[in-house]
């Protein structure tokens, strides 16, 4: 026990040491971005570092996140499902089930605006305490709980270590404010861009098939328009980058319900609308990026679309048709619908080269990369999340 | 270090000026000054208001109610001179329940059915006024508007209490009623907030404005501080609603949405607008008056 993990607590310990006695401004982080990529935006009042990521890292994953113990952020952001959890709609710790899909948070840093349809979230230091504190529904279910769940938090010595590392100049490091920081500083590593597709750009000829490389030319013509609300290096046009200057934030009306004759759409779900009150607003949503998009089924804001078929289907009927039932109705006809979503004809082979496109997007080594993993793990798979006493100190005894 | 003491100094001498209508020394202000205690009692109708009570005939169905929490943020409280004149009450800042421009009342002791409150309760705003005769009482149930959209884990106490946060609608709930009812044991709420705001165009900023701000204006005359109470009558609050039924595909009771049919009761015993109403004098906060001499 005392082997290379004391060496390396020694090591940090005497680089703080080293850091604090200098004064020296903490290492600039080391993004390790896809090429091509430009840096996330981060906020002024929450600078990256290594430490606070890895703070981050098990506070998304520690199910002492919630009021009985049982979700953590994971539960519905799953490494396997690119962050995403796979469901329709979310479910959250006491039942309720979420109006919403649960988004995949891959690139979520370069996403100006976060969730499906909420101009007023542009920080995932903010964002966090939704799913955390939120009522309506209920998510973590943590409202009103602050104090037991920092309690949980102390009890835990492996903490008291990986918060006073992530904000050392705290003296009292345990506040909401501070793990929000570190949540949204992991959040901000989930970076991918190691696609077929990306080796494909880089000048790899044969990391695509040819069907993928047809279905590209088709995602990138005016006759799908696909690439108008999906375009740039993450597939979403609503993006935004250290040094960019303008912020530029879309939402859309694809069509998908028009339950009224006037472009409406099923309450609770309308969208930008929600949020402003305003005719203008309803059924806007944002465009998610379409990187591992394979990975995040099923579809739409409400989940209401389970394959990248159905979705083309969607589009290339230029909205979407419920013939019976409460939110029946004709999509194309919708007033409130975005220009661009006009419909096209697609062969059969057409729609699988645009599948084939899609599945492109999927970068294996996102859901695959430890570092993005549960830290809670044991070698031997079983979680040690409650396991609260410090392994130095028992091994000394 | 000169320059900013001398900037220092300066700006608490604009301060002194500014806050000092009779251009008087502080000593003499403070001396002139008096402590308001403002108090409140939440009850419905006569009952007082507890965790621990069963509430029966409420609302149009005639229901029988218990409460689960029950807090509000008051600002911008005026006194009134009898001359009709008003004098802003100076709140003072106990980083607990006041900060200078926002107060919280709790009527919840984290006992019983309101296991997720505070055990801690409170039931007055305290500050100063200059001295005199005071006939009349105004506040507002919010948050300042600079204060309601800022990130609430950088807010001090009481803007930082995770049950007030709204977060999803960017900002916090200014006044949360829970209930549960006989026709809604799992719950039927007032959650009152600011709807429909606007958001900013520059990064990271918050809303600019909100269409439905829903704060509450009351207007309690007479009022003598020194003698009576601030009744906040939840009976009246809910005299016109349904508690035991919820609109279908809407939050449960009303959390201030527009298309929220629950809200529009609460909205117009509030004195807000919903929909066609145009909103008027709020029916829930009156005055309880007091014995001569009592306090």
Redesign the interface.
């Known amino acids: 026990m005392m082997g290379p993990r004391a060496a390396t607590l020694v090591f940090i310990a005497l680089a703080c040491v080293v850091a604090a006695g200098q004064r020296t401004a903490p290492a600039r982080y080391v993004w390790d971005l896809p090429p091509g990529f430009p840096e996330p935006k981060v906020p002024p009042d929450n600078p990256m570092t290594a430490e606070k990521v890895a703070l981050g890292r098990h506070l998304f994953y520690d199910p002492r996140l919630s009021v009985d113990g049982t979700y953590s952020c994971a539960t519905c952001h799953r490494q396997v499902n690119a962050f995403s959890d796979g469901r329709r709609q979310a479910v959250g710790v006491t039942g309720d089930v979420h109006p919403r899909n649960s988004m995949g948070l891959t690139n979520v840093a370069y996403s100006p605006v976060l969730t499906w349809g909420n101009p007023t979230q542009r920080r995932l230091e903010t964002q966090a305490l939704v799913p955390m504190f939120g009522e309506q529904p209920i998510e973590l279910g943590l409202s009103g709980q602050e104090d037991k769940l920092f309690a949980r938090l102390r009890s835990d010595t492996r903490y008291g270590a990986l918060i006073r590392a992530a904000f050392p100049e705290d003296a009292d490091p345990f506040t909401l404010g501070n793990i929000t920081k570190a949540i949204a500083s992991f959040e901000r590593t989930l970076i991918s861009g190691r696609s077929p597709y990306d080796r494909f750009e880089a000048g790899n000829a044969s990391a695509m098939s040819a069907s993928a490389k047809r279905g590209l030319s088709l995602f990138f013509s005016e006759r799908t328009e696909c690439f108008h609300c999906h375009g740039g290096f993450n597939f979403t046009q609503t993006v935004d980058y250290a040094g960019k200057r303008f912020l530029e934030i879309e939402f859309h009306n694809t069509g998908l319900y028009n339950i009224d004759g006037r472009g409406g759409y099923p309450s609770p779900n309308t969208g930008v609308y929600a949020l402003t009150n305003d005719p203008r607003d309803m059924g806007r949503f944002k465009a998610p990026t379409l990187r591992n998009i394979a990975m995040t089924a099923p579809y739409m804001h409400d989940g209401s679309i389970a394959t990248l078929e159905e979705v083309l289907a969607h589009y290339e009927a230029g909205g979407r048709t419920l013939a019976s039932g409460p939110d029946k109705g004709v999509g194309a006809a919708s007033p409130l619908k975005s220009g661009f979503v006009k419909g096209f004809m697609l062969t059969p082979t057409e729609r699988r080269d645009l599948v084939d496109f899609l599945d492109s997007l999927t970068d294996m080594t996102f859901i695959s990369d430890a570092r993005f993993s549960n830290p809670w793990v044991r070698q031997d798979g079983r979680l040690n999340v409650f396991e609260n006493s410090r392994p130095d100190v028992r091994a000394r005894r | 270090m000169r320059a900013e003491l001398a900037a220092f100094v300066s700006s608490v001498g604009l301060l002194v000026v500014g806050s000092s209508p009779a251009m008087r020394p502080v000593a003499a202000q403070e001396a002139d000054g008096r402590t308001v205690t403002v108090r409140f009692e939440a009850t419905f109708g006569d009952v007082p208001v507890s965790c621990a009570t069963t509430y029966r005939d409420i609302g149009t169905s005639r229901s029988s109610v218990a409460i689960t929490d029950f807090r509000f943020y008051v600002m911008d409280v005026r006194l009134v001179r009898p001359d009709g004149t008003e004098v802003p009450l100076s709140l003072s800042v106990d980083d607990l329940w006041q900060q200078d421009d926002v107060a919280l009342l709790d009527f919840e002791d984290g006992t019983q059915r309101c296991a997720?409150?505070?055990a801690e309760t409170r039931d007055q705003v305290e500050g100063r006024a200059p001295g005199g005769l005071y006939t009349g009482l105004r506040f507002r149930v919010g948050v300042p508007f600079a204060r309601n959209?800022r990130?609430?884990?950088?807010q001090p106490s009481p803007l930082?209490?995770?049950?007030m946060?709204w977060?999803?609608?960017?900002g916090y709930k200014f006044l949360r009623l829970d209930l549960r009812t006989a026709g809604q044991p799992q719950g039927w709420v007032v959650?009152l907030g600011s709807?429909?705001?606007?958001?900013n165009?520059?990064?990271?900023?918050?809303?600019t404005s909100c269409?439905?701000p829903n704060d509450v204006k009351v207007d309690l005359s007479p009022f003598d501080p020194d003698r009576d109470r601030v009744r906040v009558d939840l009976r009246a609050l809910l005299a016109d609603a349904d508690v035991d039924v919820n609109d279908p595909?809407?939050?449960?009771g009303c959390?201030s949405?527009?298309?929220d049919g629950d809200c529009k009761a609460v909205f117009g015993a509030l004195g807000l607008p919903f929909g066609d109403a145009p909103g008027g004098t709020q029916r829930v906060f009156e005055v309880a008056r007091r014995p001569e001499g009592a306090r």
């Open positions: 997720n409150g505070t959209h990130d609430p884990t950088l930082n209490l995770t049950r946060f977060t999803w609608n960017a959650h709807t429909g705001c606007t958001p165009t520059t990064p990271l900023e918050v809303p269409r439905f595909d809407t939050a449960a959390m949405g527009r298309e």
